[in-house]
Nanobody
Framework: QVQVEESGGGSVEAGGSLRLSCTAS????????MGWFRQAPGKKREGIACINWDGDQRFYTDSVEGRFTVSRDNNKNTVTLQMASLKPEDSAIYYCARDAMSAACHRGSWYGFGGWGQGTQVTVSS
């Protein structure tokens, strides 16, 4: 059974930083690309970062490029999202998920991602 558990969310002021972690189980972790997603109130869930199976390929949506960094540790089955220069518009519930169909990232495509956890809330105040 695929399981992911996100942690590390919280409340920060604009310009602050947070580090989110995701621990995964139930699948072969180093066979899968991993992604971070977020969903703000009243909006659809959006993919914001992807890292391929060995960490050599990463990409980010434009809104977080240059501020967020995704990394993974295949020995610990964890993926991390380091967030800096946070803005109020970054406030959302953040989720991680695996790509069940690919070990590589495909810019602009989040088709195979699933196995959602509860997410972790990030709130950025102005």
């Amino acid at each position: 059974q695929v399981q992911v558990e996100e942690s590390g969310g919280g409340s920060v002021e604009a310009g602050g930083s947070l580090r989110l972690s995701c621990t995964a189980s139930g699948f072969k972790f180093d066979d899968a690309a991993m992604g971070w997603f977020r969903q703000a109130p009243g909006k659809k869930r959006e993919g914001i970062a992807c890292i391929n199976w060995d960490g050599d390929q990463r990409f980010y949506t434009d809104s977080v490029e240059g501020r967020f960094t995704v990394s993974r540790d295949n020995n610990k089955n964890t993926v991390t999202l380091q967030m800096a220069s946070l803005k109020p518009e970054d406030s959302a519930i953040y989720y991680c998920a695996r790509d069940a169909m690919s070990a590589a990232c495909h810019r602009g495509s989040w088709y195979g991602f699933g196995g959602w956890g509860q997410g972790t809330q990030v709130t950025v105040s102005s």
